[in-house]
């Protein structure tokens, strides 16, 4: 019973990634925990290891893959900022919308609507803004997926070791 609603907590923290909170990270503290407390937990050093690289690629790609899409598509580096600070404002403003949920579409939005300002400010032409507004909303999408994807591997990894 402790098991499953430990698993639960897992599966919980990790939603937590879909709203761009540090969720692979909460799940390496718990797996942690759970291991000084169970010391039958099959899993060393080298697991955790492997989980904290796993952790640390996701981080990376959903920092990055914003900033370089965006730059794929005509952004500037000052564009990329703008999407990065128009993402993390849009994630605030949208969590109260639908129990959290909201800060999805809010951080893909502030990613699109940050870029397109900071370009337009910078005197880029409007249909050159838009697209790369564009580059840095599909970067958001990527590195969120991206994210998320890696954080249920070390689910999937760490599960049957409980």
């Known amino acids: 019973m402790l098991t499953g609603l430990f698993i639960l907590l897992l599966f919980i923290a990790w939603g937590s990634n879909l709203l761009s909170l540090p969720g692979n990270w909460i799940n390496l503290l718990l797996l942690a ?36 899409s965006a730059r794929k598509y005509g952004g500037s580096s000052k564009g990329s900022w703008g999407a990065l600070l128009g993402a993390f404002i849009g994630a605030i403003l949208g969590a109260p919308i639908f129990m959290g ?3 999805i579409p809010g951080s893909i939005a502030g990613a699109f609507a940050g870029s397109l300002l900071v370009e337009l400010a910078s005197k880029k032409g409007f249909s050159s803004a838009i697209k790369a507004s564009k580059g840095a909303m599909w970067g958001r999408i990527f590195g969120i997926v991206a994210k998320a994807s890696l954080g249920m591997l070390i689910l999937a990894l760490s599960i049957p070791r409980l």
């Open 33 to 68: 925990l759970w291991k000084w407390t169970h010391a039958g937990m099959e899993a060393g050093l080298w697991f955790f290891l492997l989980l904290l690289l796993i952790a640390g690629i996701g981080e990376l790609l959903e920092f990055f893959s914003q900033s370089v």
């Open 101 to 103: 949920l909201g800060s």
